[in-house]
């Protein structure tokens, strides 16, 4: 089964600065992965999803990139933050047989001040 | 992707079974329905999945009409750990030869708290 690690789990950044999250992907090769954000009360955006190293795919245009230089690591990066990037990132690869079926790791809480 | 429509909130108290209904009207042939279950500060977990009539797994049943233009999550027993947002998706697979690649869509979903 699969694991997924996110780093860091919270995350206090003032408005302006950059931004890197990693998500690395144990017990599986290959996977979709996916980045997604959620605000406060809100449902989750997906932002960007990758299906192998290199490829990334943009869902919402921001100010947020991605970024996937191995096979099991999904980066999500920002030169400058804004107010409107906190929330909770989460990255998620595809299990089990069915694209529809997705693990998510235990997520990022970004607080920008 | 189909739009979905869920109550923004449900109650029930410990023991009960828990039915969640979600409409999708313009669900397209190809759609598969999908639900998850979020606890705070948690990321989603996948439920339980179909296409048509009924799916029962160790979790949730999940019952879908023959129009499948909505379909309802069951919870057997809900204990007060079942406390949580539900979110019913509605989307292709994206099989091999698809093109959805996975991309799920998340509405508000339904906040379901179980009492004692």
């Known amino acids: 089964s699969q694991t997924i690690h996110q780093w860091p789990a919270t995350l206090v950044q003032p408005v302006g600065s950059p931004l890197s999250l990693e998500c690395t992907v144990e017990?599986?090769?290959?996977?979709?992965l996916y980045w997604y954000r959620q605000a406060a009360g809100r449902g989750l955006q997906l932002l960007f999803y990758?299906?192998?190293?290199?490829?990334i795919s943009s869902e919402v245009p921001q100010n947020l990139s991605a970024s996937r230089p191995q096979d099991r690591q999904f980066i999500l990066s920002s030169k400058k933050l804004l107010l409107s990037d906190s929330g909770f990132y989460l990255c998620?690869?595809?299990?089990?047989?069915?694209?529809?079926?997705?693990?998510f790791g235990p997520g990022t809480r970004l607080t920008v001040l | 992707l189909a739009k979905t429509t869920q109550p923004i909130s449900m109650d029930s108290y410990e023991g009960q079974e828990v039915n969640i209904t979600c409409s999708h009207n313009?669900?397209?042939?190809?759609?598969?329905i999908t639900w998850y279950q979020q606890f705070p500060s948690q990321g989603p977990r996948f439920i339980i999945q179909?296409?048509?009539t009924k799916v029962t797994n160790e979790v949730a049943s999940l019952f879908i009409p023959a129009d499948r233009k909505s379909s309802t999550l069951s919870l057997p027993r809900v204990s007060l750990s079942d406390t949580a947002v539900y979110y019913c998706?509605?989307?292709?697979?994206?099989?091999?030869?698809?093109?959805?690649?996975?991309?799920?869509?998340f509405g508000q979903g339904t906040i379901l708290t179980v009492h004692p």
């Open positions: 313009n669900i397209a042939t190809n759609d598969y």
């Open positions: 017990g599986t090769s290959n996977p979709n």
């Open positions: 990758s299906v192998g190293i290199g490829q």
């Open positions: 998706l509605v989307g292709a697979r994206g099989d091999a030869g698809g093109t959805s690649y996975g991309k799920l869509t």
């Open positions: 179909g296409y048509k």
């Open positions: 998620a690869c595809k299990t089990g047989p069915t694209y529809n079926e997705q693990f």
